[in-house]
């Protein structure tokens, strides 16, 4: 069973850089998937923020997004990464990693982890 | 950039039929799934690729998408089926690519 475990700092400074993990267990980073963060601000709806493959070394980000984020992989660690540079209030949210099924298949998420909730303040 | 647009809210009474859209420009060409997400947990994949089910997702959960509308139907709806719903999909058509969500949906059950 595939499961994804958010990790990283609950508050951040405005500003500063939101950096979190997702760690994969039962499934290869390497594998032929799309490795995708998302987010939801409170009480709003699904923010699509990028994906990254590493078969083709390709990463796909949100335009809005796109200046202030880096996704990365460690397959030495069977994980992947988040950093959000220059942070604000809008910025706070639950981020969740997910799996995607490829851009061939439209990217859907089978697998997501739990969230974690991120808070820029102050 | 792609949009859809889904109702902000849906009623229904138990046992009978929830039809929950989304909207978008020639959607019929793309693929459309749905996630259904209640308090506090994270989203669950309940329709992915127009019609098709994830194991473990009851029957009564089904899609189709043509034209310019997606929808999602739940047939016999129980109280359990009182959540949030997104469509999305892949948007390859612009200048850029990646998943789009709808607004998401908020089903009620009477």
């Known amino acids: 069973q595939v499961q994804l475990q958010e990790s990283g700092p609950g508050l951040v400074r405005p500003s500063e850089t939101l950096s979190l993990t997702c760690a994969v267990s039962g499934d290869s980073i390497s594998s032929d998937y799309y490795w995708d963060w998302i987010r939801q601000p409170p009480g709003k709806g699904l923010e699509w923020i990028g994906s990254?493959?590493?078969?083709?070394?390709?990463?796909f980000y949100n335009p809005s997004l796109k200046s202030r984020l880096t996704i990365s992989i460690d397959t030495s660690r069977n994980q992947f990464s988040l950093n959000l540079s220059s942070v604000s209030a809008s910025d706070t949210a639950v981020y969740y990693c997910?799996?995607?099924?490829?851009?061939?298949?439209?990217?859907?998420?089978?697998?997501w982890g739990q969230g974690t909730l991120v808070t820029v303040s102050s | 950039s792609y949009v859809l647009t889904q109702p902000p809210s849906v009623s229904v009474a138990p046992g009978k039929t929830a039809r929950i859209t989304c909207g978008g420009n020639?959607?019929?060409?793309?693929?459309v799934h749905w996630s259904q997400q209640k308090p506090g947990q994270a989203p669950v994949l309940v329709v992915y690729s127009d019609t098709d089910r994830p194991s473990g997702i009851p029957e009564r959960f089904s899609g189709s998408n043509s034209g310019n509308t997606a929808t999602l139907t739940i047939s016999r709806v129980e109280a359990a089926d009182e959540a949030d719903y997104y469509c999305?999909?892949?948007?390859?058509?612009?200048?850029?690519?990646?998943?789009?969500f709808g607004g998401g949906t908020k089903l009620t059950v009477l």
């Open positions: 020639n959607i019929g060409t793309k693929s």
């Open positions: 990254i493959y590493h078969h083709s070394g390709s990463s």
């Open positions: 999305q999909v892949w948007d390859s058509t612009s200048d850029h690519r990646g998943v789009v």
């Open positions: 997910a799996r995607g099924s490829g851009a061939a298949t439209g990217n859907y998420f089978e697998y």
